[in-house]
């Protein structure tokens, strides 16, 4: 079973550009969130989908920052505009939508520095 | 405060060394409780998923949560060099499913 993949794996754009990001989740996973760990902090939340539903989006730092995830699949988190604090390693996960306990499955992440 | 405390390391043992890692945390509402390690330029492999108090065993690693002082382990029998990485501890409370992780612990495990 393939794992959750991202795109891409590292991307860097000058201050003012713009950057999607893509995550595709596990098959049949309808929970999908997005994670950011910047350097020398810990990994912390952005927002989680169920399905194609925003079900929290506490920890989206501003409105630069717009996620979305149509037909409840794959997922994309766009920066516009890049700042220099945008810097760091964009996670995504997913898992099954259960009672009960939520085990997230974390991809290898996207590196985004901005210059 | 940050809600789980974790020490950053880096934590060096020799081989075959028994391991021990630990965080606390600080939200009483926590119930889940989560171990991932995390190899470099690579995502965070879920090693270990417990729910409230006690222990639990997978093969040679061993999880800990003791509700009463707030205070999560993991251990590791039998170290290997292959197990050098960074172990991330994780805590959420029902009805969320807002991972809170701590900064991690680099392990590197001396052949």
């Known amino acids: 079973e393939a794992g959750v993949t991202q795109f891409p794996s590292h991307s860097v754009i000058e201050k003012g550009q713009t950057v999607t990001l893509r995550c595709d989740p596990i098959s049949g996973h309808d929970n999908l969130y997005w994670y950011r760990r910047v350097m020398g902090k810990e990994i912390k939340f952005l927002l989680h989908?169920?399905?194609?539903?925003?079900?929290?989006e506490s920890g989206m730092p501003n409105n630069r920052f717009l996620a979305e995830r149509t037909g409840g699949t794959y997922s994309t988190l766009k920066v516009q505009p890049a700042e220099l604090e945008d810097s760091g390693v964009y996670f995504c996960?997913?898992?099954?939508?259960?009672?009960?306990?939520?085990?997230?499955?974390f991809g290898p992440g996207t590196r985004l520095t901005v210059l | 405060q940050k809600e789980v405390e974790q020490d950053p390391g880096p934590l060096s043992v020799p081989e075959g060394a028994i391991v021990s890692l630990n965080c606390t945390y600080s939200n009483s509402a926590f119930q889940y409780f989560m171990w991932y390690r995390q190899y470099s330029r690579k995502g965070p492999e879920l090693l270990m998923y417990?729910?409230?108090?006690g222990n639990k065993e997978d093969g040679r690693f061993t999880a800990q949560v003791d509700k009463s002082s707030k205070y999560i382990s993991l251990f590791i029998r039998d170290s290997q060099p292959s197990d050098s990485a960074t172990y991330l501890c994780?805590?959420?409370?029902?009805?969320?499913?807002?991972?809170?992780f701590g900064t991690g612990t680099r392990l590197k495990v001396l052949a």
């Open positions: 994780a805590s959420y409370t029902s009805g969320t499913y807002k991972y809170i």
């Open positions: 989908f169920v399905k194609e539903s925003k079900q929290d």
């Open positions: 996960a997913s898992s099954p939508l259960l009672a009960g306990g939520d085990e997230q499955f």
């Open positions: 417990t729910y409230s108090s």
